[in-house]
C-alpha cells in the first residue's frame, strides 16, 4: 500500500508569522494537534504540534499572542513521498521517533500521514491474515 492511499489530504496550516494563539485556535476548529507550517506555493517550513504549545509556550509562561509559530515549530521536517510503501513510512517514523510524517510530491506538500493512519492499516492486514487463518484451519 503506498502512502497516498492513506494519507490525509485536508492539510491545516498557518504562515511562519502566524502567532502561536491562531495555531492553537486552527487546531482547535479542526479537531487536530497538528498544524503545518508553509509558505507562499505550500512550501513546507515546519510543522507545530499541541505538544509543542504545551510544553514551550504553556509551560515557559509565554504569551501565545506574540509568540510565532516560526519561534517553536520543528524546522524542516522529515517529509515522505507520496508513492512510497507504507513500509517505508513505518520505518522512518519510527527511526525518528516521530507520529507525524508530511508527504511530498514533485517538492510539494499534498498530504499528512499519521501513526494512527499506519496502524490501521497494519490492523486491516492482520485482522485479513487471521482471517485467512481461520479460514484454513476450518478446512
Request: include cysteine; proline fraction near 3%; glycine fraction near 6%.
Amino acid at each position: 500500500m503506498l502512502v497516498r492511499q492513506k494519507m490525509h489530504k485536508e492539510l491545516v496550516s498557518v504562515l511562519p508569522s502566524s502567532s502561536v494563539h491562531e495555531a492553537a485556535l486552527k487546531m482547535k476548529e479542526h479537531g487536530v494537534g497538528t498544524v503545518l507550517v508553509v509558505e507562499e506555493g505550500w512550501k513546507l517550513r515546519g510543522i507545530l504540534t499541541d505538544r509543542d504549545i504545551a510544553l514551550t509556550v504553556a509551560a515557559d509562561f509565554k504569551d501565545p499572542k506574540t509568540t510565532y509559530t516560526c519561534d517553536i515549530m520543528t524546522l524542516d521536517p522529515i517529509t515522505i513521498n507520496a508513492d512510497a510503501d507504507i513500509d517505508s513510512a513505518l520505518r522512518i517514523m519510527n527511526r525518528a521517533n516521530i507520529r507525524r510524517l508530511p508527504v511530498t510530491e514533485n517538492g510539494k506538500l499534498v498530504g499528512l500521514l499519521s501513526s494512527a493512519d499506519v496502524a490501521a492499516e497494519i490492523k486491516e492486514e492482520f485482522d485479513q491474515f487471521i482471517g485467512l487463518e481461520e479460514a484454513f484451519a476450518k478446512h
